[in-house]
């Protein structure tokens, strides 16, 4: 007779040691979480007006960032950094906008298609060009970042084109619930569609294991170029996407990369990726994105010149990664990280969402 109940209780103390490892696991995220709940009630303090019309414009102006920081994430995660991140944003925008201005639904989604198979394409080059030359991520990306700016100027010069308007529809106004905006749905999907899979995946593995110590993924088999040609890859597909966004926002394309390469720089230090590689997940920098934002919008609504809301975002960015760079797990040496040399499986243990 006390079988059953003591199944039951064995069952609920299962499901709650999962429930604190999952925590303990991603403790990182869920602080990045309870900063934002901690701000919306700020700004709601701040501007009692502020309600879900306020909500869905801020899901629609972090999108592109959002997006951005995923692509950094993915390829910091690997071992390396991209800074053409928001060169590529521009090059796909105003790739769309020339090609859609005009055009009906069907052409439309076939640039949808065709623009984000073209962010790939501009990853892959970022990531062969690394791989061949040996030259540091950081030299090759920045030297890449000036080439695809200019290739955006090429095909427009000043903003312009224009957007479908079911792309546009796509991410504007709520879903269901007014307090549900479509852009926060496009983001949880195609994230979830991408991410969730590759990191339970042999590929997503490889990821954490190049970035966590490259000789050790190499003596465990891990194709080590391969993997780092498709992080760059993944980071040009997830730009790629910013970059579409940010037409369906604005309607047009604009040639100007912008300062999403510092932004998402800024969020994936904010929400938990290790700088050293081989530590974090892509939820804690999409929740930087929106905390980030949120200190922007509460210090216009106090009034501050927009010039200094600035330089205290970069100096909060600033301040965290210096406080973590503290810590041994973010350390380096000789290009690589002072953990133990960990293999591949190791590596599995340090995955956050």
Known sequence: ??????????????????????????????????LLIGFLILTKLIQPNYSAPGIQGLAISVLPVAFAAVAQAIVVISGGIDLSVGSIMALTSVTSAVLMKGQGDAVAVG????????GIALGAINGALIVASRVPDIVVTLAMSFVWAGLALVILDTPGGGAAQWLMEMIRGPLGSEWL??????????????????????LGLSLYAIGSN????????????????????????????????????????????????????????????????????????????????????????????????????????????????????????????????????????????
């Open 1 to 34: 007779m006390t079988a059953a109940p003591q199944a039951i209780g064995d069952g609920r103390t299962t499901i709650l040691d999962s429930a604190t490892a999952l925590v303990r696991r991603n403790s990182w995220t869920v602080a990045i979480f309870g």
């Open 111 to 118: 640039v949808v298609l065709g623009v984000m198979l073209m």
């Open 181 to 202: 905006p479509r852009a926060v749905v496009v983001a949880i999907v195609v994230v979830g569609v991408v991410w969730i899979p590759l990191q339970r995946s042999t």
């Open 214 to 353: 490259q000789l050790a993924a190499f003596r465990s088999g891990v194709p080590v170029g391969r993997t780092k040609i498709i992080s760059y890859a993944l980071t040009g597909f997830f730009a790629a996407l910013g970059g579409l966004t940010l037409t369906a926002s604005t309607g047009i394309g604009s040639p100007v990369p912008g300062q999403y390469t510092l932004e998402s720089v800024a969020a994936i230090v904010l929400g938990g990726v290790s700088l050293a590689g081989g530590r974090g997940g892509v939820v804690g920098p999409i929740l930087a994105v929106v905390v980030l934002a949120l200190i922007r919008t509460d210090l216009t609504f106090l009034g501050v010149n927009p010039n200094f809301s600035t330089v205290v975002l970069r100096m909060i960015a600033s301040t965290w990664r210096n406080s973590a760079s503290l810590k041994p797990e973010y350390a380096l040496a000789n290009g690589t990280s002072l953990r133990s040399s960990p293999s591949p499986s190791h590596t599995a243990n340090v995955k956050s969402v």
